[in-house]
């Protein structure tokens, strides 16, 4: 399997090449030139078998320059009880007969980022050795909250690795900073960004693309990859998670084998649906996938309209982690759209870049509407959603869990469609104690970890252990620069 640019066909990178690289040199995202596909024999055929199983035979199809026994040996050590609190891994909620939810929270980290960085950093391990790479891998992460503790995590004292994460200063939970802060490894570092997301994310790929600043970095033996979506290696794991969850649903009986079922998937960088997108093309039974927004709804009117503004007002929100404006992974789902055609997606690319808006063809959006529906949740629907769910059902949710599930309940409003639908769940709520008190009707005393105590109380259900013991880790960072000092930051962490 080979892996070409977004923006340039011409680029031609085996699978280990494109992990160890993480983004095209011309700033495209590397996509695979095939995707396989799978019958309804080769989905039988995962129904006994465990998430790690399914994962390495998954993978196995894209990776094909890694042996199907070191996958499987990736996956149980990413997988496993030391590591997911569940044997199930991805363990799928069901509520009533037409209604699920997939649990990605289950890992180290209490948010589904783990179920890619906990693989990601074995697979680049691995590409370093099938490369020939000497030099020590620099790992450049953007976070909007979830993904720079998972990649911390994931990465911490890795051997040829070192893991920088930047994340917008007031821009995350108290308890998801207070994750990256506490991060232990000898390998590893945060800093902040004054800014929002797409400040520090827009600051990470001008790092990727300074050509100077990697020709130094080699010079010194460094090279630059990221942990973001933007890295296949971060994408594929995800896609592993649609299909497991699926297989779940006919093995429980919730679902015939061939039946379809729609995904609910809230998502600023639209590289959560995107995976489901990809299991979609692979032939899984997947009938609409709804995307879910926050205030931050600049998905929402592309996917309904076609143009894509992310000149608009920036909102902070109960849930930050999809407060975003520049949905990167948006760009693979244009070039497959688009008929692989990477000049047309460099156009719309610098048309974002210097205007911050673009428009795809009528084609290309009539595609959209028949695979996606789109719809945004604000911050009284949100509280309202987790509210709901915790005093009608007895599940408790998360912020950005509640979007999708008001999204969900949106669609079905609009059109009618009474499909089994599976809404995924991203982060435990004991991640957002603050607002999801506050929907709960609770008065919050104190703020941060303090609040940890206080949701267990209030509903008898207990916090993952590692964020409960959150409280008893020295704060190891305090580092906050300007966006245009990102640079520097990345040169004194290699010196």
């Known amino acids: 399997m080979k892996y070409y640019s977004t923006r340039d066909t011409a680029v031609s990178l085996s699978a280990a090449q494109a992990v160890k690289q ?4 011309d700033g495209g995202l590397l996509t695979p030139m095939e995707f396989p596909k799978l019958s309804e024999g080769d989905l039988n055929a995962m129904l006994p078998m465990t998430y790690q199983q399914r994962a390495a035979a998954i993978m196995g199809l894209y990776l094909t320059d890694y042996s199907a026994k070191e996958l499987l040996a990736f996956a149980e050590k990413a997988y496993g009880p030391a590591r997911f609190d569940t044997s199930a891994v991805a363990p799928v909620r069901t509520l009533d007969e037409t209604t699920h939810c997939l649990e990605l929270w289950h890992g180290p980290t209490s948010a589904f ?4 960085l906990q693989m990601l950093p074995q697979l680049l391990s691995a590409a370093l050795k099938k490369t020939g790479e000497t030099r020590t891998a620099c790992i450049l992460a953007a976070t909007s909250g979830d993904t720079g503790k998972a990649a911390m995590e994931g990465f911490a004292d890795v051997e040829q690795t070192k893991i920088l994460v930047f994340y917008p200063k007031d821009g995350v939970s108290a308890v998801q900073e207070a994750q990256m802060l506490t991060q232990r490894g000898e390998n590893v570092s945060v800093c902040s960004v004054v800014g929002n997301f797409d400040d520090t994310q827009s600051g990470v790929k001008r790092i990727f693309s300074d050509g100077a600043l990697r020709d130094e970095l080699d010079r010194r033996g460094y090279f630059l990859s990221s942990a973001n979506s933007i890295n296949w290696g971060r994408i594929l794991p995800q896609v592993v998670y649609y299909i497991s969850a699926y297989c779940d649903l006919v093995r429980d009986g919730n679902l015939k084998l061939g039946e379809k079922v729609n995904f609910c998937v809230p998502t600023g960088n639209f590289g959560d649906i995107l995976a489901g997108y990809y299991a979609r093309k692979m032939g899984l039974p997947v009938g609409r996938l709804i995307c879910a927004s926050n205030k931050n709804d600049v998905l929402t009117e592309f996917l309904t309209t076609g143009t894509y503004d992310r000149n ?15 949905s990167s992974n948006l760009e693979r789902l244009l070039f497959d759209l688009a ?27 009539e595609q959209i509407r028949d695979l996606f529906w789109a719809g945004s949740c604000g911050e009284e629907g949100t509280a309202a959603a987790i509210a709901h769910y915790y005093k009608d059902c007895g599940y408790l949710i998360d912020t950005h869990t509640a979007v999708a599930a008001d999204a969900m309940a949106q669609y079905r409003a609009a059109t009618g469609d009474a499909a089994p639908t599976v809404f995924v769940s991203t982060a435990s709520p004991f991640k957002f104690c603050d607002s999801v008190l506050k929907a709960l009707g609770e008065t919050p005393k104190g703020e941060g970890i303090d ?3 206080q949701l267990q109380y209030a509903t008898g259900r207990s916090a993952p252990w590692r964020l409960a013991a959150l409280r008893e880790k020295e704060r190891r960072f305090d580092l906050s620069r300007k966006k245009e000092e990102m640079p520097e930051v990345v040169r004194a962490f290699l010196k």
């Open 22 to 25: 993480g983004l095209s040199r």
């Open 339 to 365: 008929g692989q055609d990477g000049e047309k997606v460099k156009a719309y690319m610098d048309q974002l870049a210097m205007s911050g808006s673009y428009r795809v063809e009528d084609g290309v959006l």
């Open 451 to 453: 609040l940890i105590d």
């Open 113 to 116: 980022k783990d179920l890619a």
């Open 312 to 326: 608009r007002t920036f909102y902070n929100t109960m849930s930050p982690s999809m407060d975003i404006l520049i």
